[in-house]
């Protein structure tokens, strides 16, 4: 499994946008980038994942280097409803086990 | 759509006794996974089951089985409780065909004195 490198902890002001990021120099050719967030409280929820190019869904956008080493999670606008501890997991496309580590807590000041 | 459900939501058990934890999954998802989330950490894959067999497993001893049901809901049993054993369970659904999100459930959390 590839290892990750997430700061511990990040703040942001509310409506700001949040650039999360995550280094993951043994990523292997065929794996995805998958980010997910867990709320206070809750169980973790799906948030996007991508391979090389950069992606965008409702919730957030994907930033990936070119050499895919390094990944960025966007938010454009922070609400406080976005305070979380934010995964970035690389893996395949299936439906394989999710590896988890620490993560960044994401804290947002209104 | 009710979502990935887990029932009990809180347990406290004693050391040495067996538990069993209970998932159904989200409408249409036909695999289950669990996971144990110590406090303060990321959640750690135990074993994920698909057509009622354990298809992939964690490092987690024997004294952790499960089981999956023909309607793709599953059990989660803990055998001979550990003080360590404390901690929040999540069960995640998914599809074996895309979108492979995994969607979760909101945890059964789990006390041994």
């Known amino acids: 499994d590839a290892k990750t490198t997430q700061p511990n902890s990040m703040e942001s002001n509310e409506e700001e946008p949040v650039h999360l990021p995550c280094n993951h120099s043994?990523?292997?050719?065929?794996?995805?980038i998958h980010w997910y967030r867990q709320l206070p409280s809750q169980g973790p929820e799906y948030v996007i994942h991508?391979?090389?190019s950069n992606v965008n869904n409702r919730m957030a956008s994907l930033a990936i280097a070119e050499d895919r080493k390094s990944s960025t999670l966007i938010l454009h606008r922070a609400t406080l409803r976005d305070a979380a501890v934010y995964y970035c997991?690389?893996?395949?496309?299936?439906?394989?086990?999710?590896?988890f580590g620490k993560g960044t807590r994401l804290s947002v000041i209104a | 759509d009710a979502g990935v459900t887990q029932s009990p939501t809180h347990l406290i058990k004693t050391r040495g006794q067996q538990v069993t934890l209970r998932c159904s999954p989200k409408?249409?998802?036909?695999?289950v996974s669990w996971y144990q989330q110590a406090l303060g950490q990321g959640p750690q894959f135990i074993f994920q089951?698909?057509?009622?067999?354990?298809?992939q497993r964690g490092n987690f001893p024997d004294r952790f089985s499960g089981h999956q049901f023909p309607n793709y809901s599953s059990e989660l049993n803990v055998n001979a409780l550990l003080l360590g054993d404390s901690a929040l369970y999540l069960c995640?659904?998914?599809?074996?065909?895309?979108?492979?999100?995994?969607?979760f459930g909101p945890g059964t959390r789990l006390t041994v004195t």
């Open positions: 997991i690389p893996g395949d496309s299936g439906n394989t086990p999710l590896v």
């Open positions: 995640a659904s998914s599809r074996t065909t895309p979108p492979y999100e995994q969607y």
């Open positions: 043994t990523i292997s050719g065929t794996d995805y």
């Open positions: 991508g391979l090389t």
């Open positions: 089951y698909y057509e009622e067999e354990e298809r």
């Open positions: 409408s249409g998802h036909d695999t």
